[in-house]
């Protein structure tokens, strides 16, 4: 299929030599490329031909945050560990599905090594699923304390549950979750009044801001005004009363959904059928009359 076209130039001058080396290929041009001249008769010769590929990279200019985590109760569902499971099993909820880059147990004092599995999931009534195996452990030296090195994950989920192996103790309550995430940033410049608010939760803003610019618009000088940016902690969570209002009144279309499109359904079938017993009434041929004479 064709991926384009282009001219290639190669001109030399007592001024200066004149090339045009590059044909652009779109965004999908596949796996493989053929190149076909227009001119076959005319087409100079083919030395060689370069692939040249732009492969988009990005930075994290801010470090994760670590979170630190204690254990919690796990709700029942369908996937709740077996009795003998839920012993050695620990269960953490990050509160939210936030980008994990890497995971640690932060294990009690003393000398422990804890060979575990891991699962995670993004809702409760999610299945588990399996993330790498590790073993975690605290050593106690002369010269210090020995540690285990982070796994490294990359994913993104909200509940977290490890499970000690069989053939080691079951893990303390007391052994605590660190995660470091990759957390979205919002900077914005400090004008007004504080405490300022934060609204979260809209699909869409309306109307859209006109305030939204790219950081680098923001800040035109942003690698060196970066030291100097502040921080932001949220306060306490409250909800509007409309936005509860709304979010329950599309809880409940959510429900009738169903009984809407079978009432829809239902009615477009016996309408479907009024239609076809009309029609067949109407060409059923009339009964022969009976006559006779005296």
């Known amino acids: ?29 596949g796996r493989f490329v053929r190149l076909v001249w227009t001119a076959p008769a005319d087409a100079p010769a083919l030395v060689r031909a370069e692939a040249v590929a732009a492969v ?16 919690s109760p796990e709700p029942q569902s369908p ?5 003998d499971d839920a012993r050695r099993t620990l269960h953490f909820d990050l509160g939210a599905a936030v980008p994990v880059s890497q ?17 995670a999931r993004q809702r409760l009534d999610a299945p588990w699923r399996e993330l790498p ?3 975690f452990y605290r050593l106690e030296r002369q010269d210090g304390v020995s540690v285990s090195p982070a796994l490294r994950v990359g994913s993104n989920f909200r509940f977290v549950r490890v499970i000690a192996d069989a053939r080691s103790p079951a893990l303390p309550a007391t052994t605590r979750l660190v995660v470091h995430v990759q957390l979205a940033s919002l900077v914005f410049p400090r004008q007004g009044q504080a405490p300022y608010v934060l609204w979260a939760g809209a699909a869409t803003t309306e109307p859209h801001s006109p305030g939204a610019l790219p950081l680098a618009t923001l800040v035109p000088s942003l690698d060196d005004e970066r030291a100097r940016f502040g921080h932001a902690r949220l306060g ?24 809407l499109l079978w009432s829809v359904l239902l009615a477009g079938v016996a309408a479907l059928s009024y239609m076809v017993w009309r029609l067949a009434r109407s060409r059923r041929p009339p009964e022969d009359a009976s006559t006779g004479s005296a």
């Open 56 to 71: 988009p990279q990005s930075e994290a200019l801010d470090p994760p945050s670590e979170l630190e985590l204690a254990s």
């Open 1 to 29: 299929r064709g991926a384009g076209s282009g001219h290639l130039l190669a001109l030399h001058s007592a001024s200066g030599n004149l090339t045009q080396p590059l044909a652009v290929l779109p965004a999908a041009h």
């Open 133 to 135: 195996s590790a073993v």
């Open 103 to 119: 995971l640690d147990l932060r294990l009690g004092a003393g000398n422990r090594v804890a060979p575990v599995r891991l699962q």
């Open 79 to 83: 996937f709740s560990p077996s009795a």
């Open 236 to 259: 306490p969570w409250g909800q509007t009363a409309a936005a509860g209002r709304h979010a329950a009144t599309q809880e409940r279309l959510a429900s009738w959904r169903p009984w």
